[in-house]
């Protein structure tokens, strides 16, 4: 018989189902959350604070991308709709009826993750490219029908006055962005902790499968188009979550702001350059491009735009050609593979 | 002994080409029955119908009294049909012990009985000094025992195995027949394609013959070796080779 | 009077139809060659623009005689890009593939917002100009010539592709690239080849819109996206597909500009491609 001997079972079993991570990774990370925490307390710019809610906030959405593509295979290029649902389901029940954003941030995740199903399920029957180029024309309707739906303001967007008493009912900050830093940082770590949940979770593991190999995935019993849309609604009320956060940081939104292609293309380029299907790498990917972004900004004024967009075009490239895992993935396998020896 | 499955007048065409036609044999619980045929005789594709991979043209396929015909993949494996694939698809960018949970997590939803369940797996395929390594870092051999750990930790009642013993070095292929034997003791009924004749004839109960598409023999080993059918198309060529 | 708003809007339709097709001609080759996604594809239709233009505005040379010049040049940057970046993706995951073509478009796009400003520029006074009237129908000169260039250069493609060994070789690559490789087809010269034609195609269609339509760095995103549509109704790799997919939609945006709004003609192109996919999500000629 081919079985091993027990005793080396039981010495498997023993072992944690999630290997601990090494302890130099633990510290580092309590260090990293430790230096967020007291961050705009020691840069006390405005601008830097800036940045930070940038980051914090291309981070969601790249890890929303992140979500569809880079766990379930399936390359989205329409993610922008759900950033703009969210920006304006919110939006839209605070200016019309008075609702606070923190109802809005639900009602416009719920509706995200309704209209995800909605389209997920008609097209994540479609293999690989079909699907990019289906949401990427899906997005770009969304816009379309935004700009001219007169009833949400059409091209001209949704403005909210600008309210002062009570900051917290209408999630508006004007003295200060300390608030939205730790909005964004606090939001930022629920998606970056549910992607973390997701992972281990036995729909996590099943997602991974199904990317993988969806034919050997359906042997174990695995609903592959079932599973997609599942990811496909998470990921968008991800988004969903990241456009209300928008919403509220400037206060007013339109479609070319909020349903922009540029939205997709720069959530998908963050997870990318960073790793996708990894947990870190779209916050690596957030964190490299949006200093770049906004700095390039300031330094070379109003062409800064293309600058920007002219050095991540070339960066992609590159990634794409030389390390097509994204730069994370070098050193978490390595963490990975030293912390189950540890054992 | 009762019966498990029953497959009935199975057929299917590529385009001319006919890949199974008119298909019809039985597999009793607790046993180990072997497909055998030349290349191209139809067995992978044998295997596609019954699983749901591919849809037959015509025929049925019965399962424990329950038809299942036609039914997504997903839907058969969740009704005890598991299977390994001749061109092996682990999941590259898991380690073998993920691999080998994903098909526990089939049978539990909770992460440490699915751990549990996947290291008795990979323990049965005497693989456990693996567990953490990425299955693109596997040996063919290696893959093959995990794609069995991953399809038996799913707890099938059948297990459809394609070519166990193909592409592997001959040292490993007695450990992989004691395997068989193993999976039956516990309780699996095995339906196996193999390319080894020798192999074949040492672990079946019965043999389902076929060539170019048709069942050309179902019978005891023995019985199947004698027959003048099978001696031509198969048996005749692997002796004088 | 409403017969002739139908007959006006079917033949411009049919001739904006035709540009579409030569557009997505280039994509829906380089696709059934190699299984890559242009998604450069509008951006390289904005450079053959800009470079119409600058033939112009330099050198005083009009669109339709700088054309060989722009076509040339484009083919010669296809080919670089097969070999620069191409090649070196064919065998990556996917979404490599995708993310690699995504960023060349944006490279080259903000790189043309950085050295030529998002200004719109046109060319004016161009050899063909001004409509024409037949029984109360105008056309448009540009247009006109536009339409039957990029019809000309379909049946010049489909020609070569057909009737020529070269042509062979290339479909034959496409249907199966290590047959071909194992016959003695040098596929990795074929793939460069499809890219130059796949660019060429786009380089007749940039020039001869370069002669009506004003030319900005963002001008190729709109005709990339009704490309995609051309080719997932026509399905990826087809060469007819593309054309008829083409004209469909010139006709289905034009008809649907006249008759329900102009502001939803893209809309109403988008809603074909959804009800297409849903019944036939391989496109209708598909071959995949």
């Known amino acids: 018989m081919a079985r091993a001997p027990d005793a080396a079972l039981e010495q498997a079993r023993a072992d944690p189902v999630w290997p601990a991570a090494p302890r130099a990774f633990k510290i580092m990370g309590l260090a990293l959350v430790a230096a967020l925490a007291v961050f705009p307390f020691v840069f006390t710019g405005t601008f830097s604070h800036h940045v930070m809610i940038m980051i914090f906030l291309h981070a969601i959405m790249a890890q929303s991308w992140n979500v569809i593509a880079g766990m379930s295979g399936q390359i989205s290029l329409g993610q922008a709709l759900f950033f703009g649902l969210g920006a304006y389901a919110s939006a839209f029940l605070y200016v019309k009826w008075g609702i606070t954003p923190w109802l809005g941030l639900l009602v416009g995740m719920a509706i995200s993750a309704l209209v995800a199903a909605a389209i997920g399920i008609p097209t994540l029957r479609l293999r690989g490219h079909y699907f990019a180029i289906a949401t990427l024309i899906i997005g770009i309707s969304f816009q379309i029908v935004f700009q001219r739906w007169e009833w949400i303001g059409a091209a001209s967007g949704i403005f909210m006055p600008i309210e002062r008493e009570t900051p917290w009912f209408s999630l508006q900050f004007h003295a200060t962005k300390l608030p939205y830093y730790y909005l964004s940082f606090g939001l930022c770590a629920i998606a970056f902790f549910t992607v973390w949940l997701l992972q281990r979770s036995r729909l996590g593991m099943r997602l991974l499968a199904v990317r993988d190999e969806p034919e050997a995935a359906q042997s174990l019993g695995i609903d592959i188009a079932w599973h997609k849309v599942i990811a496909f609604m998470i990921s968008g009320a991800m988004m969903a979550a990241a456009g209300t956060f928008f919403a509220q940081y400037v206060l007013v939104i339109d479609p070319d702001r909020v349903f922009s292609f540029e939205i997709s293309v720069l959530a998908l380029l963050m997870a990318v350059l960073g790793g996708a299907g990894t947990l870190w790498g779209p916050a690596l990917g957030a964190a490299i491009l949006i200093p770049l972004s906004e700095y390039s900004r300031i330094w070379f004024g109003g062409t800064g735009g293309a600058v920007d967009l002219l050095i991540y075009g070339v960066l992609i490239l590159l990634i794409c050609i030389y390390q097509p895992r994204g730069l994370l993935v070098l050193v978490t396998e390595r963490l990975r593979r030293r912390g189950q020896r540890n054992e | ?241 | 009077m409403s017969t002739d708003l139908l007959i006006q809007a079917i033949v411009s339709g049919l001739l904006m139809g035709l540009i579409y097709a030569l557009v997505a001609v280039g994509l829906s080759l380089i696709f059934g060659l190699m299984e890559i996604v242009n998604f450069a594809h509008g951006e390289f239709l904005m450079l053959s623009m800009f470079f119409s233009f600058w033939f112009w505005a330099l050198l005083g040379l009009d669109p339709l005689v700088s054309l060989p010049l722009v076509v040339a040049a484009l083919a010669v940057i296809g080919v670089a890009v097969h070999y620069g970046i191409i090649r070196h993706i064919l065998h990556a995951p996917m979404l490599a593939q995708i993310c690699a073509t995504f960023g060349l478009a944006l490279a080259i796009r903000s790189g043309a917002q950085l050295f030529w400003t998002p200004d719109f520029r046109s060319i004016t006074n161009p050899l063909s100009e001004g409509r024409i009237e037949i029984s109360g129908i105008f056309i448009g000169q540009p247009q006109l010539i536009a339409g039957l260039v990029c019809l000309a250069a379909f049946i010049v493609l489909w020609l070569f592709v057909s009737r020529t060994e070269t042509g062979l070789a290339l479909q034959a690559t496409a249907q199966d690239r290590d047959a071909a490789a194992i016959v003695g087809i040098p596929t990795d010269r074929m793939f460069a080849l499809g890219w130059a034609i796949g660019l060429g195609c786009v380089a007749v269609a940039g020039a001869m819109l370069s002669s009506f339509l004003f030319v900005f760095p963002d001008v190729g995103v709109n005709f990339a996206l009704l490309a995609f549509v051309a080719v997932a109704l026509g399905g990826f790799g087809s060469i007819m597909g593309s054309l008829y997919a083409g004209i469909a939609i010139g006709l289905v945006e034009s008809l649907g500009g006249v008759f329900i709004s102009p502001s939803y003609k893209s809309l109403i192109v988008f809603s074909l491609y959804f009800a297409v996919v849903l019944f036939r999500p391989k496109g209708i000629l598909g071959r995949y």
Request: no cysteine; glycine share 10%.
């Open chain 2, 1 to 241: 002994m009762s019966e498990l499955l029953r497959v009935e007048g199975l057929s299917k065409r590529f385009g001319g080409v006919t890949a199974n036609e008119d298909i019809s044999f039985d597999v009793r619980k607790g046993e180990i029955l072997g497909v055998i045929g030349p290349n191209g005789a139809g067995k992978s594709t044998l295997f596609d119908l019954i699983t749901g991979f591919q849809q037959a043209d015509s025929g049925t396929v019965i399962l424990d009294g329950r038809d299942i015909t036609g039914l997504r993949p997903d839907r058969i494996a969740r009704m005890g049909v598991g299977r390994t694939f001749q061109k092996l698809k682990p999941f590259p960018d898991l380690t073998l012990l993920e691999n080998v949970m994903v098909g526990a997590l089939s049978r539990t939803a909770n992460m440490h009985e699915a751990r549990d369940l996947a290291l008795e797996a990979i323990s049965f395929v005497d693989l456990l000094d693996k567990r953490y390594a990425f299955a693109r870092e596997l040996s063919t051999g290696q893959r093959k025992r995990l794609e069995m750990a991953r399809a038996v930790a799913s707890g099938p009642r059948l297990l459809l195995m394609d070519e166990v013993t193909g592409g592997v070095d001959q040292k490993t292929i007695p450990g992989l027949i004691d395997l068989v034997f193993a999976l039956r003791e516990s309780g699996i009924t095995v339906l196996t394609i193999e390319h080894n004749m020798q192999v074949m004839m040492q672990v079946s109960d019965r043999i389902l013959a076929l060539q170019s598409g048709k069942r050309i023999a179902f019978a005891k080993p023995d019985e199947v070796r004698k027959d003048p059918l099978v001696v031509d198309a198969y048996l005749g060529t692997v002796d004088a080779a």
